[in-house]
T-cell receptor
Framework: EAQVTQNPRYLITVTGKKLTVTCSQNMNHEYMSWYRQDPGLGLRQIYYSMNVEVTDKGDVPEGYKVSRKEKRNFPLILESPSPNQTSLYFC?????????????FGPGTRLTVL | QKEVEQNSGPLSVPEGAIASLNCTYSDRGSQSFFWYRQYSGKSPELIMSIYSNGDKEDGRFTAQLNKASQYVSLLIRDSQPSDSATYLCAFSNSGYSTLTFGKGTMLLVSP
């Protein structure tokens, strides 16, 4: 089954404790992206990657890191989480065809930072 | 600044009616447009994509794009209670590298 998976699905942590949210897709997609969704603010892009070893900042990259060492994986790293990073996080992927950016989303990770 | 405007709703329609959802965008360089449906607590699901001016139909869904007016809409015919969700419009920039999302319109279809 073609899908984007994220782990963990739910996470409660404390300020300053480094964490990683994993994202993996099995569709051989070049493009992968991370979003956060907050009430009243909608979906906002954190980082994206056009292919292996190619990453770039989205609209809200502060406090986050990513890496793309393999095509299928795109982990999101919070080196020192803060309460304002409490949010619902989605990973998405798509084929990187010109004019096409039909992104498919993972199930989401609900993060709470105390 | 890229912006996408959607009426937050809720838009309430009776079962069997046509639901009309609208979206305006500010980036004239936008090339591709998408409608996503998001049920409460779930991830966004792509339901329509449209790349050129005019109408595109897929089952009960019709997307309409007018690039001159910077306007995209989604019509849902024969609305069903299962269509009750938040609908997000999104557009891709000229470099196709990012998607900008609107905040969504909540649709409520009553039996």
């Amino acid at each position: 089954e073609a899908q984007v998976t994220q782990n963990p699905r739910y996470l409660i942590t404390v300020t300053g404790k480094k964490l990683t949210v994993t994202c993996s897709q099995n569709m051989n997609h070049e493009y992968m992206s991370w979003y956060r969704q907050d009430p009243g603010l909608g979906l906002r892009q954190i980082y994206y990657s056009m292919n292996v070893e190619v990453t770039d900042k989205g609209d809200v990259p502060e406090g986050y890191k990513v890496s793309r060492k393999e095509k299928r994986n795109f982990p999101l790293i919070l080196e020192s989480p803060s309460p304002n990073q409490t949010s619902l996080y989605f990973c998405a992927s798509s084929l990187a065809l010109a004019g096409v950016n039909e992104q498919f989303f993972g199930p989401g990770t609900r993060l709470t930072v105390l | 600044q890229k912006e996408v405007e959607q009426n937050s709703g809720p838009l309430s329609v009776p079962e069997g009616a046509i639901a009309s959802l609208n979206c305006t965008y500010s980036d004239r360089g936008s090339q591709s447009f998408f409608w996503y449906r998001q049920y409460s607590g779930k991830s966004p699901e792509l339901i329509m994509s449209i790349y050129s001016n005019g109408d595109k139909e897929d089952g009960r869904f019709t997307a309409q794009l007018n690039k001159a007016s910077q306007y995209v809409s989604l019509l849902i015919r024969d609305s069903q209670p299962s269509d009750s969700a938040t609908y997000l419009c999104a557009f891709s920039n000229s470099g196709y590298s990012t998607l900008t999302f609107g905040k969504g319109t909540m649709l409520l279809v009553s039996p």
